[in-house]
């Protein structure tokens, strides 16, 4: 093992945020293990980091033997961790709250919450055990951790107890050099903000296009917030779109 060797694990590393986060780190010399539902564009987010060696897993972050066959293979190819970077996550149905069925809210729980709690908690056993001992959490929380939209009642719950989640990670983990921030981020401009691009619902009820920012900036906060030493940390932190409706909203 070289313990200069900086190791990060990025889920939802195919698209979106995960993507721009991999190659961030990746140029700022970390070596990448990247986590995903499917292959293939795990295997494009390594080729665009210029990272041909990342060690890409497919992972349900449902699942927990998924994800504890995630966190043996880090430990098998790098034998430490030292960055959880948790951004699995999904929006669900943007429908009225009387519309939204139960599985479909359970659904957003387990990726958004479980998923993120599973992979926590695995980082947190290597964190602990390793030696040196510790690391940095790293949780993907979102406007909505603050202030929801319409119809998002899944999503915004998830967000709100991934705070909870942020704030018992780093109490819990302070015996042992594990320190945990959220960094909370509004209309970066992935797949997934697509429509704010054309229009979306607003707290009057209203469709407005919405400014958004590259996803790219979020990388580099991410990685600011990561290169702290561990005796520093940035409990939570927001990062969005300048004009986006977010102090004004509703």
């Known amino acids: ?25 990746a140029s700022a010399g970390w070596s990448l293990a990247l986590a995903g539902r499917r292959a293939e564009p795990l295997a494009e987010t390594a080729a665009a980091a210029g990272a041909p060696d990342a060690l890409c897993v497919t992972t349900d972050v449902t699942d927990e033997d998924e994800v504890g066959a995630l966190f043996a293979a880090v430990r098998e190819r790098f034998g430490r961790l030292d960055l959880l970077f948790n951004n699995a996550g999904t929006f669900g149905p ?8 139960a599985a479909d809210w ?3 729980v387990d990726v958004n919450l479980t998923g993120a709690f599973l992979c926590a908690q695995a980082a947190y056993r290597l964190m602990k055990e390793q030696d040196p001992q510790g690391g940095r959490i ?10 929801p939209r319409p119809n998002s ?15 018992s990670l780093s109490l819990d983990g302070r015996p042992y050099r594990i320190a945990c921030g959220q960094i909370d981020i509004g209309n970066a401009a992935t797949e ?6 054309t229009g979306t619902l607003q707290a009057n009820g209203e469709l407005a296009v919405e400014p958004v920012m590259a996803a790219a900036d979020v990388a580099r906060t991410v990685v600011h917030m990561a290169e702290l030493p561990l005796e520093a940390n940035i409990p939570f932190l927001t990062v969005m779109a300048t004009n986006m409706p977010y102090v004004g909203r509703g």
């Open 1 to 25: 093992m070289n313990t200069d060797q900086r190791v990060a694990v990025v889920t939802g590393a195919g698209s979106g945020i995960g993507r721009a986060v991999a190659l961030a780190l």
């Open 94 to 101: 943007g429908v009225p709250l009387e519309d939204l069925a």
């Open 106 to 108: 359970r659904a957003v």
């Open 138 to 147: 790293i949780n993907n929380g979102s406007i909505s951790a603050h202030a």
């Open 153 to 167: 009642v899944a999503y915004t719950a998830t967000k709100h107890a991934i705070t909870g989640l942020t704030k």
């Open 192 to 197: 997934m903000t697509e429509r704010m691009q």
